[in-house]
C-alpha cells in the first residue's frame, strides 16, 4: 500500500540496477524526490527490506549509488503490467551528493507528479 506523498515527486525516467538481499535485480526509476524514489521492476520485495540502487548516467558516464528501504509496493497482476506498473518505493537513507544534483535538473520547469509516494 502507498504512503501519503510527504514531499513533491518529479518524473526522471532512467534505468538502474539495485540489490535485494543476495539477488541484483534491473528496473526502471520512473520519479524521483528528496526522499525516495519509485522503481518500476517485478523483483519481489517485502516493506523494509534494504536495497542498494545504482542509477545509470550513460549520456554522462556516471553512476550514483543510494541505500534505500522499500516503504511501499505496487504489486500488479501479470496480465495487467502493460497498463499499470508494478514496482517499489523507497525511501533513501543515504545518498550520494550527485543524487542532489540529479534532482535539481529533475525539478527544474517541471511540475511535480500527482498521486502518492513517500
Known amino acids: 500500500m502507498e ?6 515527486r518529479f518524473k526522471k525516467r532512467m534505468s538502474c540496477k539495485f540489490r535485494l538481499g543476495q539477488q541484483d535485480h534491473s528496473g526502471i526509476v520512473l ?3 528528496r526522499q525516495g524514489l519509485f522503481v518500476q521492476t517485478t523483483a ?3 516493506v523494509g527490506d534494504k536495497v542498494e540502487v545504482v542509477l545509470s548516467r550513460p ?4 553512476a550514483i549509488t543510494l541505500v534505500a528501504g522499500v516503504r511501499w509496493l505496487r504489486r500488479v497482476p501479470t496480465q495487467l503490467r502493460s497498463v499499470v506498473q ?5 525511501q533513501i537513507s543515504r545518498a550520494e551528493e550527485s543524487y542532489y544534483a540529479l534532482l535539481a535538473e529533475a525539478v527544474q520547469g517541471l511540475a511535480p507528479v500527482k498521486g502518492r509516494s513517500l
Open 3 to 8: 504512503a501519503p506523498r510527504g514531499e513533491p
Open 31 to 33: 520519479d524521483v524526490s
Open 86 to 90: 508494478a514496482g517499489i518505493g523507497l
Open 59 to 62: 549520456e554522462q558516464g556516471t
Open 44 to 46: 519481489s520485495a517485502r
